[in-house]
């Protein structure tokens, strides 16, 4: 007598279960690109934080939120300009993101204190610069998922949360995870 068991296979005609709808792929696809474009500027914000000359660190970390802005309306086929980016970050430094650019604009001054200052300045630019850019990037990059664009932005519904304890640990886990 054998110790095998024989078992009918099943008919290769059953249909699996079909994946996620268009819309959700698509929506996830627009999700991780956009989170690559967050994560990307702030890493070259933080970057521009780093650089030792005052203003030109400044310029850098302007630079950086200008083309994120740009890049994120890109991901979610919003109508971007120039004039239009320059508006929404002057809007959102004015109302809500005061704290958001205070930051890099101290570490810059800093700087211009010779040995020490520039020491000092070199440590914390870089670290105020990616987390206001990530953070500014993850508040825009959600509120286009959600179908807005940089009319419809509030910068006052967001002002808690540039600031947020929340926010420094996302920054801090994703620096964690891009190395």
């Given at each position: ?9 099943e008919p290769a005609t059953q249909k699996k ?163």
């Amino acid at each position: 007598m054998s110790d095998t068991i024989e078992v009918e296979a099943e008919p290769a005609t059953q249909k699996k279960a079909s994946g996620p709808s268009p819309a959700t792929r698509a929506k996830v696809k627009k999700n991780k690109a956009g989170q690559q474009v967050v994560m990307n500027h702030a890493l070259l914000a933080t970057a521009a934080g780093a650089l030792p000359v005052p203003g030109l660190d400044l310029l850098g970390f302007m630079i950086a939120h200008l083309n994120m802005v740009r890049d994120l309306c890109g991901v979610h086929n919003v109508a971007y300009d120039r004039q239009r980016g320059r508006a929404f970050l002057t809007t959102l430094a004015t109302r809500a993101g005061v704290t958001m650019w205070l930051r890099p604009t101290l570490a810059s001054a800093v700087k211009a204190i010779p040995g020490v200052g520039t020491a000092i300045g070199s440590a914390v630019g870089p670290v105020t610069s990616g987390l206001s850019t990530f953070v500014l990037g993850n508040l825009l990059h959600a509120h286009l998922l959600g179908g807005g664009d940089l009319h419809s932005f509030n910068a006052e519904d967001y002002a808690d949360q540039v600031n947020s304890p929340a926010a420094r640990k996302a920054y801090a886990e994703a620096v964690e995870q891009d190395h």
